[in-house]
């Protein structure tokens, strides 16, 4: 057989996976805290446009420590996890939406 027959019986490559971006349809914790963000903070972004991976500090979604305090008393009110102020793994917890959704969903009471 020749390598062009070869390659024709190969299968096609899997459909292309949704943009990393996107945030995905089944992560509700996700979409509820870009809208939490959104609505508290009065950022001039709908809460679907808000890239999950992207950085909560500066190029990112652009908040600020006092922005980041506001969502520390709305997470702690929301979900029961309190985030302090001088913990070692806030930088890890808001890196990013899909980080604080991960520490949320790990350690909520609510």
Known sequence: MSEKASLKQQPAPPAEAPPADALPADDGL?????SLFVQALNLEVAAEDIDPNAPLYGSGLGLDSIDILEV?????????VQLRADSQE???????LRHLADYIAAQRTK
Request: glycine fraction near 4%.
């Open 72 to 80: 520390a008393l709305l997470v702690s009110k929301q979900y029961g």
């Open 90 to 96: 806030n930088q890890q917890i808001f890196r990013s």
């Open 30 to 34: 996700q979409r509820e805290l870009a």
